[in-house]
């Protein structure tokens, strides 16, 4: 097992030709077409008193990654709004805020979303700024009570929506890019390194490990780490190139980022599994691929967000595709700021298809084979 | 030692062995002959474990194997019809990957590998990768690593396909000397028949999934005692001289190659004089009329009615 995966390890250093190529490919096509570097936000237009723009509030609005908020006077802000030049506006004022509707999109709850989180905050921040200053014990006792019931009954009626569960979405185009090109082609990255497997079974290697004292179950597990661990080193080489040579944060969450990533590899390792024992030949393995890619990348929401397909039929199929949950989980995380409970789902759904096609996959070849 | 009854493999539409019946002994080379599609893969494959019959039975030592291989795989070596190796790795790290799968290890490996490269004479370049190799390189190697493991049986599956004629005798040589140095038991699969009569003591001849002879070389050849073969040769020939031998009551079969006919006549009678006159008529400029040494080819060509190569 050990000798598979390092001969194919080395094989892997004298031609490393197509991981180099698809790796390439997916930065470069994130660089160009997801504007990473120079990444437009959304303006939002905000007014009110110079004395929240400097403080608590202002600072908060500025951290935004998201929306790029604009300090203007009220006028010009209403005009903006009319003029169609900005979705919403925000009138701050200190215990409260005022929305400004222009267009009724999916942005707007999410502007709110944004500001009514800064003022649950900045609540917070004072009573607990408040409880330090105090001494005395039972006045320190009654803050915190006082503390507990803000964060329970904020002054303003704020309901907590889950994005997931509305027609709401985030499209962030930079972090959109990363993820689907990323998922979009390291599944030719796998592939392309479970093919080995067909060609050893032609071509009589196989043979010679079946006759050897070699047990099947490694030589399957041998090339099938090896193939996860040559599709998962593109995804490291392709994040951590945009974490630490472009600078891109990921809101925080590379950890998770990469942990969602090693369940979709695996999910995609079988899935080549299972189209290498359905082929009949290379030439067809070569014209399935792009196509079903292709597709899956098209119907998962690697290219565009999911939610602007429409179709009944294609979400359906959507539905048997583990780069929708890739790209699902990931959003969750870095987006939506899913709790893992969420998080679990498609998580869980593509450990399940992973299961699933490893068994039909090896199912079908070895039964071909006899 | 080693057999086959009455073994049939069926594919999805072909039938590629029928009714197959082989017997390899201890120390033996063994040819297998036939065109290509014979099934000649497909019984081996069989005999080495590598494929189950669809019906009939595989014995080793008088047990079955098709259930229990392990007792054939400790002890026989393959070499695929295809070059079975690992194409981005050099010759030696081939070598000691496949040594590694038979637990070989350190000093012991290090030594079995010398020893191989040595026989298949690829010392000199066994650093070098193998997608760089030559056809017959590749082919030496690819006979090298199915000897690591010092198998008692060898079973070879074309090996010279497509190499230049020194390769090709090195490697005959190879294999003849493996057998007397160390009797090593060797199935020899080909369909060139000259190698065939080189090497093996008995030869097993199959074709269309059927074995059609099976015997010493001398055996087989009797098959054709009843016969004569005639060999005619001429720069080119014409429609009607081959239309006339062709009609010939004499003639039982005959093979049309560019510059050779080649006749088989029963025995005793004498056509010689007839053919040499009908060239002349006809206009065919005869370069020679023998009678050839009864080959294998012809035994085929008997048994057949075609040329086992086309
Ligand atoms: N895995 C398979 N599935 C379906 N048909 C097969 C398979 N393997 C072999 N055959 C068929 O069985 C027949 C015998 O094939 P085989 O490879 O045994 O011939 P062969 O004598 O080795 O020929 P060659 O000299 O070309 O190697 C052929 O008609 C071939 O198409
Ligand atoms: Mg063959």
């Known amino acids: 097992m050990k000798g598979i995966f390092l001969a194919r390890l080395t094989s892997f250093f004298r031609s490393p030709g197509t991981f180099l190529l698809f790796t390439g490919m997916s930065i470069v096509f994130t660089l160009i077409l997801g504007g990473v570097g120079g990444y437009d936000k959304i303006t939002v237009p905000v007014s009110g008193d110079e004395s929240l723009q400097t403080e608590f509030i202002g600072e908060a609005l500025e951290e935004s990654d998201v929306y790029n908020f604009k300090w203007q006077e009220v006028e010009d802000l209403k005009e903006t709004i009319r003029r169609g030049n900005a979705e919403a506006g925000v009138i701050l004022k200190e215990n409260g805020y005022e929305m400004i509707v222009g267009i009724d999109s999916s942005n707007v709850q999410m502007i709110e979303q944004t500001v009514a989180d800064i003022y649950v905050n900045k609540i917070q921040e004072e009573n607990i700024s408040e ?105 490291l080489v392709i994040f951590f190139v945009f974490r630490y040579l472009v600078g891109f944060d990921f809101n925080g969450e590379l950890p998770g980022i990469l942990l969602i990533m090693a369940v979709y590899s695996f999910a995609i390792v079988s899935l080549a599994i299972f189209i290498t024992s359905v082929v009949k030949n290379i030439q067809q393995f070569n014209a399935a691929l792009p196509i079903l890619s292709v597709s899956m990348a098209m119907i998962g929401g690697a290219f565009w967000p999911i939610e602007i397909v429409q179709s009944e039929f294609l979400l359906t199929l959507s539905k048997i595709n583990p780069l929708t949950y890739g790209m699902e989980a990931l959003n969750g995380l870095v987006l939506y700021n899913q709790p893992i409970q969420e998080l679990l789902k498609p998580i869980s759904i593509l450990i399940l298809m992973g299961v699933i096609f490893m068994g039909v996959g090896i199912h079908l070849m070895e039964r071909r084979h006899i | 030692m080693l057999e086959l009854i009455d073994i049939t493999k069926k594919f999805k539409q072909t039938e590629a062995v029928k009714n197959m019946n082989m017997y390899i002994g201890r120390g033996e080379i063994v040819g297998l002959l036939g065109p290509n599609g014979a099934g000649k893969s497909t019984a081996i494959s069989m005999l080495s474990s590598l494929v189950e019959p669809t019906s009939g039975d595989v014995k080793f030592q008088n047990k079955s194997i098709i259930k229990n291989p392990q007792s054939l795989r400790k002890i026989i070596g393959i070499v695929p019809q295809e070059i079975a190796l690992y194409e981005d790795l050099s010759a030696e790290e081939n070598m000691k990957f496949f040594g590694r799968i038979y637990g070989l290890k350190g000093q012991k490996l290090q030594e079995k590998v010398n020893e191989v490269l040595e026989h298949i004479g690829l010392t000199e370049r066994r650093k070098d990768i193998v997608k760089k190799f030559s056809g017959g390189m590749k082919r030496r190697l690819n006979i090298g690593v199915a000897m690591l493991h010092d198998p008692e049986i060898l079973v070879m599956d074309e090996p010279t396909v497509g190499i230049d004629p020194q390769s090709r005798n090195y490697i005959l040589q190879t294999v003849k000397r493996l057998n007397e140095e160390r009797q090593m038991t060797v199935l020899y699969t080909s369909h060139y028949m000259e190698e065939v009569e080189y090497l093996c003591d008995r030869i097993y001849i199959m074709d269309k999934g059927n074995l059609i002879a099976s015997g010493t070389k001398d055996e087989i050849k009797q098959i054709l005692s009843l016969e004569n073969t005639i060999s005619i040769k001429a720069d080119y020939w014409n429609e009607d001289f081959i239309e006339k031998l062709r009609e010939h009551p004499q003639v039982n079969r005959m093979n049309i190659e560019e510059k050779e006919i080649v006749l088989v006549v029963s025995k005793n009678v004498n056509i010689f004089s007839e053919i040499a006159h009908l060239a002349e008529v006809m206009n065919v400029p005869l370069r020679s009329l023998d009678v050839k040494k009864v080959t294998l080819e012809d035994v085929f060509l008997h048994l057949t009615g075609r040329a086992l190569r086309d």
């Not at chain 1, 004292?213 to 080193?233: A, Q, R, V, W």
């Open chain 1, 131 to 235: 409880l330090l200053r105090t001494e005395n014990e039972e006045e320190r006792e009654e803050l915190l009570m006082a503390y507990q019931e803000a964060k329970e009954n904020p002054v303003f009626g704020i309901t907590n929506r889950t994005f997931h569960s509305s027609d709401a979405f985030i499209f962030d185009r930079s972090l959109h890019s990363i993820f689907g090109f990323t998922l979009f082609f390291v599944i030719y990255t796998i592939c392309y390194t479970v093919l080995p497997i067909f060609t050893q079974k032609g071509n009589g290697v196989w043979d010679r490990m079946i006759l050897s004292p070699l047990k099947k179950s490694e030589m399957y597990i041998g090339n099938l780490i090896y193939s996860f661990f040559e599709g998962y080193l593109q995804i």
